[in-house]
């Protein structure tokens, strides 16, 4: 297999679009998430459609050794990595205090601990060839800190400072590490989350055009992309780092509400 992009969380959402995008364009795929009747169906259908290879891995991504075990597979299959694409990730709304805490460890351990870890595994294969292209799905959320939903903004935050750091450490090879922010996405993360009853939810872009944009910018070698946002949402984040911090909490915490 060439031209293979790894793409977790891919069983829906933005990742299930990538793979489609990647797969459009002869790349072969090995997609991993923790629901193997959605993979099967994937595969079924990408194969078919485009004539690429697809492998699926079932994984349980918030398990500490997932990601070793997905890269002992990958590498017992003989298989190359080119594009590590760190999709998988999910979020929950309430205060802190009252949520469960087994979620929000959940929520750590995946959108964090899981992400850095296969970086850290992949990434040295990269650097050796001088080639390679890591997208790492991450939010416009990252842009502020989020009263209810104190911890998925929090991770969200950690993934574009990582990305953006990693890149830096990595401007004199051909390995390139691309943050995407995406706003308000329909997908099962509003659902999942319970943010598909917030105003934040009132507007949503769509999954492919989300991931295409991520794609594109992954190829160019961009730091970061912002995505399904309108033109009043990057006004208002454009004044993010000059308003006050109580009034964005303020701004924030409302727009999480249920309605």
């Given at each position: 297999?060439?031209?293979?992009?790894?793409?977790?969380?891919?069983?829906?959402?933005?990742?299930?679009?990538?793979?489609?995008?990647?797969?459009?364009?002869?790349?072969?795929?090995?997609?991993?998430?923790?629901?193997?009747?959605?993979?099967?169906?994937?595969?079924?259908?990408?194969?078919?459609?485009?004539?690429?290879?697809?492998?699926?891995?079932?994984?349980?991504?918030?398990?500490?050794?997932?990601?070793?075990?997905?890269?002992?597979?990958?590498?017992?299959?003989?298989?190359?990595?080119?594009?590590?694409?760190?999709?998988?990730?999910?979020?929950?709304?309430?205060?802190?205090?009252?949520?469960?805490?087994?979620?929000?460890?959940?929520?750590?351990?995946?959108?964090?601990?899981?992400?850095?870890?296969?970086?850290?595994?992949?990434?040295?294969?990269?650097?050796?060839?001088?080639?390679?292209?890591?997208?790492?799905?991450?939010?416009?959320?990252?842009?502020?800190?989020?009263?209810?939903?104190?911890?998925?903004?929090?991770?969200?935050?950690?993934?574009?400072?990582?990305?953006?750091?990693?890149?830096?450490?990595?401007?004199?090879?051909?390995?390139?590490?691309?943050?995407?922010?995406?706003?308000?996405?329909e997908t099962e993360f509003g659902k999942v989350s319970g943010m598909?009853?917030?105003?934040?939810?009132?507007?949503?872009?769509?999954?492919?055009?989300?991931?295409?944009?991520?794609?594109?910018?992954?190829?160019?070698?961009?730091?970061?992309?912002?995505?399904?946002?309108?033109?009043?949402?990057?006004?208002?984040?454009?004044?993010?780092?000059?308003?006050?911090?109580?009034?964005?909490?303020?701004?924030?915490?409302?727009?999480?509400?249920?309605?």
């Amino acid at each position: 297999m060439k031209n293979v992009a790894l793409i977790t969380g891919a069983s829906s959402g933005i990742g299930r679009e990538l793979a489609f995008i990647h797969a459009a364009e002869k790349g072969n795929l090995v997609i991993v998430a923790r629901r193997q009747a959605e993979l099967e169906s994937l595969k079924k259908e990408i194969e078919s459609k485009y004539g690429v290879q697809v492998k699926i891995i079932v994984k349980d991504l918030t398990k500490p050794e997932a990601p070793q075990e997905i890269y002992n597979e990958i590498k017992q299959a003989g298989i190359n990595i080119e594009f590590l694409i760190n999709n998988a990730g999910f979020g929950g709304l309430g205060k802190f205090h009252e949520r469960e805490w087994n979620q929000d460890e959940a929520m750590i351990n995946l959108n964090i601990m899981a992400l850095t870890s296969l970086t850290r595994i992949f990434l040295p294969d990269f650097v050796q060839k001088n080639r390679g292209r890591i997208l790492n799905v991450s939010s416009t959320a990252s842009l502020m800190p989020g009263p209810l939903q104190a911890v998925y903004f929090a991770t969200k935050a950690y993934v574009t400072s990582f990305s953006n750091a990693i890149a830096e450490e990595l401007h004199d090879t051909n390995v390139t590490v691309t943050a995407l922010l995406p706003g308000a996405t329909e997908t099962e993360f509003g659902k999942v989350s319970g943010m598909d009853k917030t105003n934040l939810f009132v507007n949503t872009y769509s999954a492919k055009m989300v991931a295409e944009d991520g794609y594109k910018s992954m190829m160019k070698g961009k730091l970061n992309k912002i995505a399904g946002v309108n033109f009043s949402q990057r006004l208002m984040m454009a004044f993010i780092p000059l308003s006050p911090r109580k009034m964005v909490l303020k701004q924030v915490r409302n727009m999480q509400k249920i309605k």
